[in-house]
């Protein structure tokens, strides 16, 4: 027997998630320079990292050295005064994804079950899987969460439900109205992670503080990344904000140093810098009214983005996303999340839209 197939048969039947294209990746296969290179395909912050980020982060590199601290006490210190819990409901993660992992290794195995919609986020059926769990995919309603469906779903052996509000990849949101509804009808030991990745890129009018329904809900996780508009994908920094029970049952199973002291010392200067915030903000609506106006100049349909990117359907998605490239644009083909004939756009900077709308015209 080959030593492959001593490997768990739910770990072999993974498909592996697939990034958006580096830069890198693309000069080497094409002999286009990396800096004619534009990338809107893994909704990045085009301005960057936080200026108080960048700082903190330098600083802190006098002292690696030493481990980071384990417990995270600085950020959480500062997360905790922002929202006003008490520390011990507050988990760090490598970038929110390993959130989720953790989430499913506490809860899911064999002969357990996830719920998530159809076209949300990939890793939620990974992280699934992972863990030997059974993947309860809903129909989508509207490319967005069908709430009532998913409620319907849930099985005797259900641990986990996933929402994602904005939802990655269609950029669809659920009113919070809906959403308060939809926890309200759900089975008390069912953990509901709701992934709010993209919460900081909504209009402040939409931004209903769901932190509050943490007394009301014991078994809620809501997740939040500084990947997005705080800049700092490269770093990989996300939390947790539940009950002291699940944060408890999630740092048992966590890494013991799992986020770094560079991303610590980021994290904590880039949510200090409102003004970063308030700027990447308003580019990014502006960049949403930018990269929209030229999808309907194109006749394009696309679905309507609470996040920073903006999905479009183009037809042959495959062969507009090959000529994209061809142009040094690159851009996130969504055929795995089974939209074959989509492509997902991220917000960039003024320029950077410009120079994708005029490649998808020669691509078309």
């Not at 409102?274 to 990014?284: L, R, W």
Request: net charge negative.
């Amino acid at each position: 027997m080959d030593l492959v197939d001593q490997a768990l048969p739910y770990v072999r039947a993974i498909s592996p998630y697939q990034p958006g294209k580096p830069i890198a990746e693309l000069a080497r296969e094409t002999g286009i320079p990396e800096a004619h290179i534009v990338k809107l395909a893994s909704n990045e912050n085009p301005l960057g990292m936080s200026p108080k980020a960048r700082s903190a982060m330098l600083a802190a590199t006098a002292d690696l050295e030493r481990y980071p601290d384990g417990s995270g006490f600085t950020l959480k210190a500062v997360l905790a005064e922002r929202y006003g819990i008490a520390q011990e409901r507050i988990a760090l993660g490598n970038g929110s994804n390993e959130l989720f992992e953790l989430v499913a290794r506490v809860f899911l195995a064999p002969g357990r079950s996830a719920v998530f919609s159809r076209h949300a986020f990939a890793v939620y059926p990974l992280a699934t899987l992972a863990a030997g769990g059974t993947c309860i995919e809903v129909p989508a309603k509207d490319y967005g969460h069908d709430l009532d469906a998913m409620a319907a779903a849930i099985a005797p052996d259900t641990r986990v439900v996933f929402v994602a509000n904005p939802n990655n990849p269609t950029g669809t949101f659920l009113p919070r109205a809906e959403l308060h509804a939809f926890l309200t009808k759900l089975p008390t030991d069912v953990l509901v992670v709701l992934d709010e990745a993209y919460n900081e890129y909504l209009p402040p009018e939409l931004r209903g503080e769901t932190v509050a329904w943490l007394e009301e809900f014991p078994n809620l996780l809501i997740t939040r990344t500084l990947s997005k508009i705080y800049g700092l994908a490269g770093l990989r920094v996300g939390y947790g904000l539940g009950s002291a029970v699940v944060v408890d049952l999630l740092n048992r199973m966590r890494q013991p140093f799992n986020v770094n002291s560079l991303a610590l010392a980021a994290a904590v200067g880039a949510l200090d810098d409102h003004a970063f915030v308030a700027e990447s903000y308003a580019m990014n609506r502006s960049g949403l009214e930018q990269l929209v106006a030229g999808l309907k100049h194109f006749g394009l349909g696309h679905i309507p983005s609470y996040a920073n990117f903006v999905t479009f359907k183009v037809g042959d998605a495959a062969a507009v996303n090959q000529k994209l490239l061809q142009q040094g644009v690159i851009v996130r083909p969504i055929a795995s999340y089974g939209m074959p004939e989509w492509l997902r756009v991220t917000v960039g900077s003024e320029p950077e839209n410009a120079r994708f709308l005029a490649a998808l015209d020669k691509a078309l």
